[in-house]
Nanobody, 118 residues
Framework: QVQLVESGGGLVQAGDSLRITCAAS????????LGWFRQAPGKEREFVAA???????NYLDSVKGRFTISRDDANNTGYLQMTSLKPEDTAVYYC????????????WGQGTQVTVSS
């Protein structure tokens, strides 16, 4: 079992930057693919970014060049650095961990709210 806890969300203005964190416990994060998802009010949850065990990454097209996913396996922590934030980035952001590539996740955090004002 892996427990995931997100933190670092908040209210920012358009154009600002924010880094959200995913702290893992229970098992070492290094054996998992780490992903970030988001869900805006009234919308389906969508994939944002993922990083493999070897450091390979994948991003939602609309965040490429603005968001950077990273991981610190020594500290069992993952990050999503977000820059040039837009109001449409407003959502609850969830981290997830899995062992079957970028598209299947077994463990999820409770989410952290990111709100971008215009």
């Amino acid at each position: 079992q892996v427990q995931l806890v997100e933190s670092g969300g908040g209210l920012v203005q358009a154009g600002d930057s924010l880094r959200i964190t995913c702290a893992a416990s229970g098992r070492t994060l290094s054996t998992y693919v780490l992903g970030w998802f988001r869900q805006a009010p009234g919308k389906e949850r969508e994939f944002v970014a993922a990083i493999s065990r070897s450091g390979g990454t994948n991003y939602l097209d609309s965040v490429k060049g603005r968001f950077t996913i990273s991981r610190d396996d020594a500290n069992n922590t993952g990050y999503l650095q977000m820059t040039s934030l837009k109001p449409e980035d407003t959502a609850v952001y969830y981290c997830a961990a899995g062992r079957a590539g970028f598209w299947k996740y077994d463990y999820w955090g409770q989410g952290t709210q990111v709100t971008v004002s215009s």
